[in-house]
């Protein structure tokens, strides 16, 4: 029997390690090539530090305490767009810099409190020269700036992936108990999916489970070993969820398949329905209520798909509805969509404000609240 020498080992060794880096090199090509951004390699979170965790009432919520983990992303306009990490709050959202300023219940009589609702547009932090900034803080620093004799608060109540049905929910049992002078609800386009998903119900049961109902797969795909290859991280995150809940989490509550030939209107009809009602909640505490439209614009690289064209043409009608009810129930309206002019320079994307359209934004509301 012929003895294999260390040489030939070495030599097998290598040949293996020549064939994985082809294979890695052929995989981060041919990704940047079919969706003209790079890959990013996702580390795994362990359990016990997931920042989102099931809800019974709705399907995910933050949890208090916990430290969101950092995430890069490529933007068409905005190249390695950081998603700083923040502390969630006593009220499992993330508000202030740092994101973990606690919201005071009973609100002290002598503080002028504004709450911003919504979804990730409301929700997302920009970092910029090493600190956070969100709308909801710019709008905070104006109005302290234009009223500096009173005593003033603004609180970020959005979290990203939230549909209006969401929203309610989160109303009703527990941002109408911080006793809000005024309310910002700047929401849309998270609840198109559920309109074209086929056998349609209001509650949107049809097109979300419950995070709680497949949070074993986290458990399952974080027993898989973090190894520093892209194709086997993009390979083991096809199988099963990504063990870093940030990324996988909107994959993993979806329920059935869009229809890009549904009729949508019933689907409006629930969203009109879900807008009035957040409202007529706030107002039974005499809390005054400030709509704004959604902006969704088509950068060039978009124009041509048509599943983005199809949700262009539904927020717009989104846009139409908040319009009606601002002027049906006579609640100050911020057109955010004719407001922020559509450039590259107000977006990192086809919705996502970058500093200066949150700024624009900010500003647009400030001049809505009169203390």
């Known amino acids: 029997m012929e003895l294999v ?40 979170i362990p359990i016990k530090k997931f920042h989102i965790i099931p809800h019974p009432y709705i399907p995910f919520i933050y949890k208090t305490g916990i430290v969101t983990p950092e ?50 547009v409301t929700s997302n932090y920009v970092r910029e020269k090493n600190k956070n900034f969100s709308y909801p803080m710019e709008l905070e620093r104006i109005l302290k700036s234009k009223y500096q004799n009173k005593k003033i608060e603004v609180n970020n109540c959005a979290q990203g992936g939230y549909n209006s049905a969401d929203i309610l929910v989160r109303t009703a049992l527990s941002i109408l108990d911080t006793q809000p002078d005024y309310v910002t609800i700047h929401h849309g386009f998270n609840d198109v999916r ?29 027993l898989l070993p973090d190894i520093p290859l892209n194709f086997y991280n993009y390979l083991k995150n096809k199988i099963l969820p990504s063990p870093n809940i940030r990324h996988a989490l909107l994959d993993v509550i979806a329920k059935g398949k869009e229809n890009i030939n549904a009729d949508y209107e019933t689907g409006l009809k629930t969203y009109e329905r879900n807008i009035k009602s957040i409202i007529n909640l706030f ?79 900010a500003k647009a509301i400030s001049q809505k609240i009169n203390l």
């Open 194 to 222: 559920s309109y074209l998903t086929d056998d349609f119900k209001s509650d949107y049961s049809h097109s979300r489970n419950n995070l709680g109902d497949n949070f074993w797969k986290f458990y399952f795909s974080s």
């Open 71 to 120: 995430k890069r992303k490529d933007f068409p306009n905005y190249r390695n767009y950081l998603f700083p990490s923040v502390k969630i709050n006593n009220l499992q959202f993330v508000n202030g810099e740092n994101g973990d300023r606690d919201v005071v219940v009973p609100k002290p009589q002598d503080l002028i409190r504004v709450n911003c609702l919504g979804a990730s």
């Open 283 to 361: 107002k039974s505490t005499n809390t005054k209520v400030i709509l704004c439209t959604y902006t969704y614009h088509l950068f060039d690289d978009l124009k041509n798909d048509k599943i983005q064209n199809l949700y262009s043409e539904i927020v717009k009608k989104e846009n139409e509805i908040i319009r009606k009810i601002a002027t049906e129930l006579k609640i100050d309206l911020v057109d955010a969509d004719k407001i922020v002019e559509k450039t590259k320079e107000n977006f990192v994307d086809s919705m996502h404000y970058s500093k200066s359209g949150m700024t624009i934004l």
């Open 5 to 44: 020498s260390l040489s030939d080992y070495i030599f097998l060794i290598l040949k293996i390690l020549l064939v994985i880096g082809l294979i890695e090199v052929i995989f981060l090509i041919s990704y940047r090539v079919k969706n003209g951004v790079p890959y990013f390699f996702v580390k795994k």
